[in-house]
């Protein structure tokens, strides 16, 4: 068999192993939180947030702190360090990409000293 028929062969196969990706089923939870860092390059926020649930109340994530793919260039321009927000985040079953939408940024919350629970510790710090 020459060289161009080895090749068809395994090329055919790896197409075929890959599959479609990106095309199942979404689950969205409800995340609320305080944006610790921006990273405007790759358009990712990290995220300071409580217990993250599904509507129906299932818990997907315990608190802490991780990067959220923010893929709508208008929702990340808005967000600033510090600020309070809510989100939807959305999670695709099959291949377990995550990122966030729907951000809503709370003007009513003050520092996020006091957003996290804390007294204010000095002067806000400023980006």
Do not use: N
């Given at each position: 068999?020459?060289?161009?028929?080895?090749?068809?062969?395994?090329?055919?196969?790896a197409a075929?192993?890959?599959?479609?990706?990106?095309?199942?089923?979404?689950?969205?939870?409800?995340l609320s939180g305080v944006v610790v860092?921006?990273?405007?390059?790759?358009?990712?926020a990290t995220i300071?947030?409580?217990?993250i649930h599904a509507a129906s109340g299932e818990l997907w994530m315990e608190a802490m702190?991780?990067?959220f793919p923010v893929r709508?260039?208008?929702?990340?321009?808005?967000?600033?360090?510090?600020?309070?927000?809510r989100a939807t985040v959305h999670q695709r079953q099959d291949d377990y990409e995550y990122w966030i939408s729907g951000?809503?940024?709370?003007?009513?919350m003050g520092e996020t000293s006091q957003v996290m629970g804390h007294p204010p510790q000095g002067p806000a710090i400023v980006d």
């Open positions: 068999m020459t060289r161009l028929g080895w090749a068809i062969p395994l090329i055919l196969l075929a192993c890959s599959g479609p990706k990106g095309q199942g089923p979404v689950k969205e939870y409800q860092r921006l990273e405007p390059r790759t358009q990712v300071k947030h409580g217990p702190t991780m990067d709508d260039k208008a929702e990340f321009a808005k967000l600033k360090k510090g600020q309070k927000v951000i809503v940024v709370d003007q009513e």
